[in-house]
């Protein structure tokens, strides 16, 4: 995303892969990257981004991605990302929706560009989740606050949700919850562990890491055909998951 946006603004929290040490790299490339921390003993997520979003609102930015860094932004169709901003109005907020990607046994294991390396994802996405973005102009005209995971913005006044465009724009989001095994432990262990420290996160906040945390504490290998499972299962509470995946290489265009 460094040749789309003009500021990032990124919280680490309980990071330990190196991600500190890869932004402060590209800091020195001269990408505009703000690194925050967010306190290790807790998952303050919505805080967290509601707290940026404060920031910007007497801002000058003209458009607000809340991400994710398991989310890419991928246009629909032969239009770049610019090209498609060009044509939205910044009185609507808008939502991209999922779409999955999963590892298999096709995945280019020494490719280290996530967005390159696996290369299917799930056929149909079992229950319909998406992201919002907006202008910052939404901020003035809707005072409101981000949902926890960056679903939906709310009204700060009567807590209503604030109306999302009619009419879809042409952004998906690549989604890459499960990358690797290691990966895979990491995020669930460590993102439970914050969970159990916060009394104010009940048992269905991020349920599927819960559903989990036994699995990636058990020293037994997962196999790539497992972590594909858990892949297609991420997030489907209700009813069956997704049994498929389709070939569908990411488009790097921005």
Same mark, same amino acid.
């Given at each position: 995303?460094?040749?789309?946006?003009?500021?990032?603004?990124?919280?680490?929290?309980?990071?330990?892969?190196?991600?500190?040490?890869?932004?402060?790299?590209?800091?020195?490339?001269?990408?505009?990257?703000?690194?925050?921390?967010?306190?290790?003993?807790?998952?303050?997520?919505?805080?967290?981004? &509601?707290?940026? !979003?404060?920031?910007?609102?007497? *801002?000058?930015?003209?458009? +607000?991605? @809340?991400?994710?860094?398991?989310?890419? $932004?991928?246009?629909?169709?032969?239009?770049?990302?610019?090209?498609?901003?060009?044509?939205?109005?910044?009185?609507?907020?808008?939502?991209?929706?999922?779409?999955?990607?999963?590892?298999?046994?096709?995945?280019?294991?020494?490719?280290?560009?996530?967005?390159?390396?696996?290369?299917?994802?799930?056929?149909?996405?079992?229950?319909?989740?998406?992201?919002?973005?907006?202008?910052?102009?939404?901020?003035?005209?809707?005072?409101?606050?981000?949902?926890?995971? &960056?679903?939906? !913005?709310?009204?700060?006044?009567? *807590?209503?949700?604030?109306? +999302?465009? @009619?009419?879809?724009?042409?952004?998906? $989001?690549?989604?890459?919850?499960?990358?690797?095994?290691?990966?895979?432990?990491?995020?669930?262990?460590?993102?439970?562990?914050?969970?159990?420290?916060?009394?104010?996160?009940?048992?269905?906040?991020?349920?599927?890491?819960?559903?989990?945390?036994?699995?990636?504490?058990?020293?037994?290998?997962?196999?790539?055909?497992?972590?594909?499972?858990?892949?297609?299962?991420?997030?489907?509470?209700?009813?069956?998951?997704?049994?498929?995946?389709?070939?569908?290489?990411?488009?790097?265009?921005?």
């Amino acid at each position: 995303h460094k040749d789309l946006f003009d500021r990032f603004i990124i919280t680490l929290h309980r990071s330990v892969d190196g991600t500190k040490e890869r932004l402060e790299h590209y800091i020195q490339a001269g990408v505009p990257i703000e690194i925050r921390y967010a306190p290790p003993e807790s998952y303050p997520q919505k805080e967290v981004m &509601n707290g940026v !979003l404060s920031e910007l609102e007497a *801002g000058e930015q003209q458009w +607000i991605f @809340p991400l994710d860094a398991d989310e890419f $932004l991928v246009p629909i169709g032969n239009q770049s990302i610019a090209e498609v901003l060009d044509g939205l109005s910044t009185d609507e907020i808008y939502e991209m929706p999922w779409k999955t990607y999963t590892p298999t046994v096709h995945d280019i294991v020494t490719e280290k560009d996530v967005r390159k390396r696996p290369t299917y994802r799930r056929e149909k996405e079992m229950q319909y989740y998406s992201k919002v973005f907006f202008a910052s102009s939404i901020l003035q005209q809707y005072p409101c606050v981000l949902a926890m995971g &960056n679903h939906y !913005l709310f009204q700060k006044l009567d *807590g209503k949700l604030v109306p +999302i465009a @009619p009419h879809k724009c042409a952004i998906e $989001l690549a989604h890459f919850p499960i990358r690797s095994e290691a990966q895979f432990r990491r995020k669930v262990i460590g993102g439970c562990e914050s969970l159990s420290e916060d009394p104010t996160k009940g048992d269905q906040v991020c349920y599927h890491w819960r559903s989990l945390y036994e699995r990636c504490r058990d020293p037994n290998p997962i196999s790539i055909e497992e972590l594909q499972k858990h892949a297609l299962e991420y997030t489907v509470k209700d009813g069956p998951p997704c049994c498929t995946v389709v070939e569908d290489p990411i488009q790097l265009h921005v």
